[in-house]
């Protein structure tokens, strides 16, 4: 039990006068302390992580990718990036620079998971090839973008050459 004893004075009066020992226990205010304290730890909100579900492929797979379903975005430098359709040497849709609005990628990923949807009755294959002049941050919006338009197929690969200096000749490289 937890008390508190304060200590008389000693004063050079020879008056006896009787005291009165004054006792505070404090059992009762320590408990109302630690049931407080388990209380706002109970109820306290602790920040929840926010994770992204990544499916990667284990081996690797020998079925080509037709090139009429896959687009091709390549993350550039400025938040700008660069997408097309096809290969690059004979593209479906020529090469063209978009940001990440609402009007820019999400916008593009739509009308071409359409179009390629009309023309082969499969859904497209999105190819995400991050520069080295690109931030991570485009890379999880780009993943944001294919989530909301509902893209199931997509691949982050590295860059190629070809891809790098198309790019360069842009100007977002």
């Known amino acids: 039990m937890a008390e508190l004893n304060p200590s008389t004075p000693k004063t050079?009066?020879?008056?006896?006068?009787?005291?009165?020992?004054?006792?505070?226990?404090?059992?009762?205010?320590?408990?109302?302390?630690?049931?407080?304290?388990t209380f706002f730890i109970m109820t306290t909100t602790l920040a929840k992580?926010?994770?992204?579900?990544?499916?990667?492929p284990v081996g690797e797979d020998h079925n080509p990718i037709p090139s009429s379903r896959s687009l091709t975005v390549c993350l550039g430098k400025?938040?700008?990036l660069m997408y097309y359709l096809g290969e690059l040497e004979k593209p479906v849709v020529a090469p063209a620079i978009t940001?990440?609005?609402?009007?820019?990628?999400?916008?593009?990923?739509?009308?071409?998971?359409?179009?390629?949807h009309d023309k082969t009755g499969k859904s497209m294959?999105?190819?995400?090839?991050?520069?080295?002049?690109?931030?991570?941050?485009?890379?999880?919006?780009v993943l944001d973008e294919l989530t909301i338009t509902d893209v199931s197929t997509y691949a982050i690969v590295d860059i190629d050459p070809?891809?790098?200096d198309m790019l360069k000749q842009k100007g977002i490289y």
């Open 49 to 56: 992580p926010k994770a992204m579900d990544l499916t990667m």
């Open 162 to 164: 070809h891809d790098t």
């Open 12 to 37: 050079g009066r020879t008056h006896k006068r009787k005291r009165m020992n004054l006792r505070v226990d404090l059992t009762a205010m320590v408990d109302l302390a630690f049931l407080l304290i």
């Open 125 to 141: 294959i999105v190819l995400v090839k991050p520069s080295d002049h690109s931030v991570y941050n485009n890379l999880v919006n």
């Open 99 to 116: 940001g990440f609005s609402k009007e820019g990628i999400r916008k593009i990923l739509l009308e071409t998971g359409k179009s390629v």
């Open 78 to 80: 400025n938040n700008q």
